[in-house]
T-cell receptor
């Protein structure tokens, strides 16, 4: 099956810094999604990308769907304490009603 | 937040016992999914449903069965639980599958002793 390589696995940053994480795949996806998961909760959708080259923002978050359809990145600007959590990328094939393929997550830790 | 609940939220059981987890949605979405989340593996699809009584296997379906007798409920059953099935289980829903986004429930933490 498809595999997503998400990096970095963890990030230790200072409050106010910008954050960048990415996902790459050996397969082409038609949709890229970015989720955030807080401890003890389910993943919450942050941004959905549907077209190659698409750049989408949601507040301080910006994500891009790579031109090759095999990668995506997520940037967080001016990080704040509530950004702490695990961020997952997920890819879906066109007509892929059979679910998402997830990366293994980036654990974001913010030091005051 | 999408109207998705999971029950129970926590369960401890013994090896060899049957276990059923329930996912309930109030959104009338057609598609429902069960994932498990394990350290180092992210989320992996177990089974999914594309309508009442219509289900199919995902990446890690061995040892699991599902049923969907009505739109709002999707049940995941472990016929004979094993320690390798200790995990956090998430249900997700989407309106139309395909490229439609999925919304996740709060999860069930299952421990098999």
């Amino acid at each position: 099956g498809q595999q997503l390589n998400q990096s970095p696995q963890s990030m230790f940053i200072q409050e106010g810094e910008d954050v960048s994480m990415n996902c790459t795949s050996s397969s082409i996806f038609n949709t890229w999604l970015w989720y955030k998961q807080d401890p003890g909760e389910g993943p919450v959708l942050l941004i959905a990308l549907y077209k190659a080259g698409e750049l989408t923002s949601n507040g301080r978050l910006t994500a891009q769907f790579g031109i090759t359809r095999k990668d995506s990145f997520l940037n967080i600007s001016a990080s704040i304490p509530s950004d702490v959590g695990i961020y997952f990328c997920a890819g879906q094939l066109w007509g892929g009603a059979d679910g998402l393929t997830f990366g293994k997550g980036t654990h974001l830790i913010i030091q005051p | 937040d999408a109207g998705i609940t999971q029950s129970p939220r926590h369960k401890v059981t013994e090896t060899g016992t049957p276990v059923t987890l329930r996912c309930h949605q109030t959104e009338n979405h057609r598609y429902m999914y069960w994932y498990r989340q394990d350290p180092g593996h992210g989320l992996r699809l177990i089974h999914y449903s594309y309508g009442v009584k219509d289900t199919d296997k995902g990446e890690v379906s061995d040892g699991y069965s599902v049923s969907r007798s009505k739109t709002e409920d999707f049940l995941l059953t472990l016929e004979s639980a094993t320690s390798s099935q200790t995990s956090v289980y998430f249900c997700a829903i989407s309106a139309s599958g395909g490229t439609d986004t999925q919304y996740f429930g709060p999860g069930t933490r299952l421990t098999v002793l």
